[in-house]
């Protein structure tokens, strides 16, 4: 199923059949991605459906947080309450919790700067740590240059805290997105009280944004909504996408887009930029280890078993391993993943493990994809889109 071709400049659609039906944007790369539905195909209500516009300047953005640390809902400022304070822990979201981290931050840490504290005393820990340690480049498309490179940051330990970097504060932190159905403070480790907490609500536009911000001392005041039910259907295909944000560059951090399906499908497919290949080292040893171990097991006639219950969410690897078991086929879509040299070796090992070939595809053109879905569900077949991917 992996295919690579020169693919289009982005978002510039090229699509297999000469007929062409409804379509959807995808928050995907910089600018989006629009998939143009060929006719034979029926698209089902897409959830989550996003504005085909840029997100807000980023000036704008931080503009919008530092007003809300400067007029809390609840409490004082942030300059006033971290008064006389020594040591700052600011507990951020990990890949469970994704949010423009790197827009956020830097207005948090001018407000604390100017209550005097210095910026060697102000610390980031990522919650609630499952997403592995923090290295590199991933640390800082989620993060940003500035608060990698000035501040400690490290990932919350498997077990018990990070230490005296927590522990000794006497002021902490809480900073995550809103979700509808999802206590605020639900991504944080048991036991680790806050005193002063940062919401963000984000937006719908191509790129992740920061509609809102809403600031408030202590736990927060608002009423955690009632969920609504996911949506079940007779989809044939899942369409998700990987975000409209820098991590989405690798396909570890996209990944994660897929670990809560919306239809019970028998393809999924993951639109994704892709233009960093696979992501972390221990991440794609992980991959090759996993595709290795899949085809022995198929090859051997064997199923690859049921998809646990409760699977860890926030593992790429384990999603990709889910995925394999769950859908007949999981289609990787983006037009840089199959250029990067990452993304030949993922090809290569592909072509040479031809069991998990026929569950596991790769397509760099939109021809490609729809003619791939054509062979595996005929020229008629139900498609549910879920463009926001993690922001589901």
Wanted: include cysteine; charge should be negative.
């Amino acid at each position: 199923m992996s295919e690579n071709t020169t693919p289009p400049p982005p978002n510039e659609i090229a699509v297999a059949p000469a007929d062409i039906g409804n379509s959807v944007m995808f928050a995907a790369g910089s600018r989006g991605l629009r998939l143009f539905i060929p006719a034979g195909a029926t698209l089902l209500s897409a959830n989550n459906t996003i504005a085909d516009k840029p997100a807000e300047s980023e000036s704008a953005q931080r503009d919008r947080v530092a007003a809300a640390l400067n007029a809390p809902v609840a409490g004082i400022p942030l300059k006033q309450f971290a008064l006389g304070k020594r040591r700052v822990v600011v507990l951020v979201g990990d890949l469970s919790r994704p949010a423009p981290y790197d827009i956020a931050l830097p207005a948090l840490v001018a407000a604390l700067v100017e209550a005097n504290i210095r910026p060697s005393r102000i610390a980031f820990v990522a919650c609630p740590g499952t997403c592995g340690p923090l290295l590199g480049r991933s640390a800082i498309h989620r993060y940003g240059e500035e608060i990698c490179g000035d501040h400690e940051v490290i990932a919350w330990p498997s077990e018990g805290t990070p230490g005296a970097l927590f522990d000794s504060a006497d002021l902490r932190i809480a900073v995550a997105p809103h979700r509808d159905g999802v206590a605020f403070n639900a991504f944080l480790p048991e036991g680790a009280a806050v005193d002063f907490s940062l919401e963000l609500t984000l937006g719908r536009s191509v790129q992740i944004e920061i509609e809102s911000a809403r600031a408030f001392s202590g736990k927060s005041p608002y009423k955690t909504k009632s969920s609504a039910p996911k949506q079940t259907s007779s989809a044939d295909v899942l369409i998700v996408s990987g975000g409209g944000a820098s991590w989405e560059a690798t396909l570890e951090e996209a990944l994660l887009s897929l670990h809560a399906p919306t239809a019970s499908a028998k393809t999924a497919v993951l639109v994704f930029s892709g233009e960093e290949g696979l992501g972390a080292s221990r991440f794609t040893r992980d991959v090759w280890s996993l595709i290795e171990q899949a085809e022995e097991v198929l090859a051997a006639g064997k199923s690859l078993g049921i998809p646990a219950e409760n699977p860890c969410p926030f593992d790429a690897v384990n999603v990709l391993a889910e995925c394999l078991k769950r859908y007949a086929h999981t289609v990787l879509f983006s037009h840089s993943f199959a250029e990067h040299p990452e993304g030949d070796d993922l090809i290569d090992r592909l072509e040479a493990a031809p069991h998990v070939a026929k569950r596991l595809g790769i397509c760099a053109n939109h021809a490609a994809l729809w003619q791939l879905l054509e062979l595996t569900h005929g020229p008629h077949y139900a498609i549910q889109s879920a463009p926001l991917g993690w922001r589901a």
